[in-house]
Each structure stands twice: as structure tokens, then as C-alpha cells.
């Protein structure tokens, strides 16, 4: 069954670095997500992107935070000047065109964030 | 802000009986509602969905419920199986037309099936 793979698993980083984290959605799909959950903390949106634009984005993702699609199978999310509260479990999801609207988004494993 | 609440923490069952999960949400302009598992070192896994327009849905051993005047829906799993422990999670999304998936996920319920 195709899955998303996100790379790496886990990233640690110190304060104020920039971090790339990596995801190969599934192949067909045509809308990616970026989502993240804190510890102890509900998932959470953090940004939606299809035909190479952003098209929704939540109050998380500011001027700090970039996503893009650099060829036609990777999307990356860019967090520029990494802080102490970016530290999280980052999960990119997909999910494919069709049934209105309503179809279900595949996650990937998540890269674990850690800022020190 | 708990647009969707799922009060259950934890649920302990025993293999072969139905496990009970719910879930309420206060925000009426939710029309997708979807379940999914996860567990540890995962991402979250897609179980089973239910658009607004209909009460019920069945996948095998997984049937969800909706109640829409009670802004309540419950997952069953019968028979519950000690694969299906792990942490579950309720989400919804309002309807903003297709790719528009700002899911909103519930704290989850942690679900114990002891052989």
C-alpha cells in the first residue's frame, strides 16, 4: 500500500538554526499538509499546499515557517530560526483530489523536531 | 479552545468484547468527521470517516456513529482484538470546498485491549 515517507526521523538542532524537514507524499495525491503535535498536545494544522501554492495556513505558521515543492515527488517544511517551542513531532500528510472534498489524509511517520 | 473533545483519556477492554470511543465537537459548521489510530513512533493512521449527511458508517470491525443534533459520535470496534491497542484520535474538518483540510483533532483515547 503507498505511503508517505518523511525523512529524517528525528532532527536535533540548536536555537536559531534553520532545519529542512523532508516528505515524499504518495504518488497520485495532490494536496499536502503539514501538521504537528507537541508532547502531551493535540495535532495540530499547520499549513495546506496544492498546484504549488499555499492554500490554507493556521496561526502557527508564520514568517519563520516555508513549504515547497521542489520537484514533483518531495515537499519540505522550512523553519527558518529554529525556537525552543518548535520542538514537536512534525507530520506531513496527503491526500488525494475527489469524493468532494472529503477524502481521508495518509500521514507519514513524522520527523521528531528537537531544538536545544 | 476544544472544538473537539474526546473526555475518555484511557479505556481498558477485554479481547472479544466492544470497545467504546467517543467523541463531541461544538463547532456546527464540521461536515467530515474521521477516526484514526496511532501508535507510538507513528504517524496516524486513517481508520474509517463519516460525511455529515449520514448516520452511520461500517468498515468490517470498525462502525461509526454520528449524531448530529448531539454534535456526538462514537467509534465501535467489535470484536476488539489486542492489535487495536493504541491511541485514538477523533478529527473534523468544516466544509471550505475540495483540498481544504483543516483538520481539527480531539487530545485522543488511549485504548487497552487485554487478551
Known amino acids: 500500500e503507498p505511503e508517505v515517507t518523511q525523512t529524517p526521523s528525528h532532527q536535533v538542532t540548536q536555537m536559531g538554526q534553520e532545519v529542512i524537514l523532508r516528505c515524499v507524499p504518495i504518488?497520485?495525491?495532490?494536496?499536502f499538509y503539514w501538521y504537528r503535535q507537541i508532547l502531551g498536545q493535540k495535532v495540530e494544522f499547520l499549513v495546506s499546499?496544492?498546484?504549488?501554492?499555499?492554500?490554507?495556513k493556521s496561526e502557527i505558521f508564520d514568517d519563520q515557517f516555508s513549504v515547497e515543492r521542489p520537484d514533483g515527488s518531495n515537499f519540505t517544511l522550512k523553519i527558518r530560526s529554529t525556537k525552543l517551542e518548535d520542538s514537536a513531532m512534525y507530520f506531513c500528510?496527503?491526500?488525494?483530489?475527489?469524493?468532494?472534498?472529503?477524502?481521508?489524509?495518509?500521514f507519514g511517520n513524522g520527523t521528531r523536531l528537537t531544538v536545544t | 479552545d476544544q472544538q473537539v473533545k474526546q473526555n475518555s483519556p484511557s479505556l481498558s477492554v477485554q479481547e472479544g468484547r466492544i470497545s467504546i470511543l467517543n467523541c463531541d465537537y461544538t463547532?456546527?459548521?464540521?461536515?467530515?468527521f474521521l477516526w484514526y489510530k496511532k501508535y507510538p513512533a507513528e504517524g496516524p493512521t486513517f481508520l474509517i470517516s463519516i460525511s455529515s449527511i449520514k448516520d452511520k458508517n461500517e468498515d468490517g470491525r470498525f462502525t461509526v456513529f454520528l449524531n448530529k443534533s448531539a454534535k456526538h459520535l462514537s467509534l465501535h470496534i467489535v470484536p476488539s482484538q489486542p492489535g487495536d491497542s493504541a491511541v485514538y484520535f477523533c478529527a473534523a474538518k468544516p466544509y471550505s470546498g475540495a483540498g481544504s483540510y483543516q483538520l481539527t483533532f480531539g487530545k485522543g483515547t488511549k485504548l487497552s485491549v487485554i487478551p
Open positions: 499546499f496544492y498546484n504549488n501554492e499555499i492554500s490554507e
Open positions: 500528510a496527503s491526500s488525494s483530489p475527489g469524493q468532494g472534498g472529503n477524502s481521508p489524509l495518509h
Open positions: 463547532n456546527s459548521m464540521f461536515d467530515y
Open positions: 504518488s497520485n495525491h495532490l494536496y
